[in-house]
């Protein structure tokens, strides 16, 4: 009895797992379970209030985090996954790099009251 529950049990984790990344992403998307340098990105965003400055500081993050990275090919603006327990006081996004050498890089900008600036990804 205690093994078919078990069997049973971890098959639910299984297909709850399969099921368990964001809606909307696209193999070329990052993967919420993988993360992109410790974000757990969630949703395809449009990019709105703010954009030119959020994404230039998001670039600027980017530089600083990796100096001497391949020229930017692409970038697009994603939601946080949501993790229990981790509130932010305004505004924020990831913006997903993808690097001419096929990598990819994320940074998180939030806005609040006190203006934009790159945040550190949470530990989940």
């Not at 949703?43 to 670039?59: F, Y």
């Not at 970038?75 to 913006?95: K, N, Y």
């Not at 690097?99 to 990819?104: F, P, T």
Request: with cysteine.
């Amino acid at each position: 009895m205690a093994r078919r529950v078990c069997v049973i049990a971890i098959a639910i984790l299984t297909v709850l797992s399969a099921c368990a990344g964001p809606e909307g992403l696209d193999s070329a998307s990052p993967s919420a379970r993988d993360g992109v340098d410790g974000w757990m990105v969630g949703g395809q965003l449009e990019c709105s209030w703010r954009c030119e400055l959020r994404l230039a500081i998001a670039h600027q993050g980017l530089d600083v985090m990796h100096p001497n990275h391949a020229a930017v090919v692409s970038q697009r603006t994603f939601a946080e996954l949501q993790t229990p327990g981790v509130g932010r006081s305004g505004p924020f996004i990831i913006v997903v790099f993808e690097l001419a050498d096929g990598s990819k890089s994320a940074v998180g900008v939030e806005c609040n009251i006190e203006g934009c600036y790159v945040a550190k990804p949470p530990p989940y």
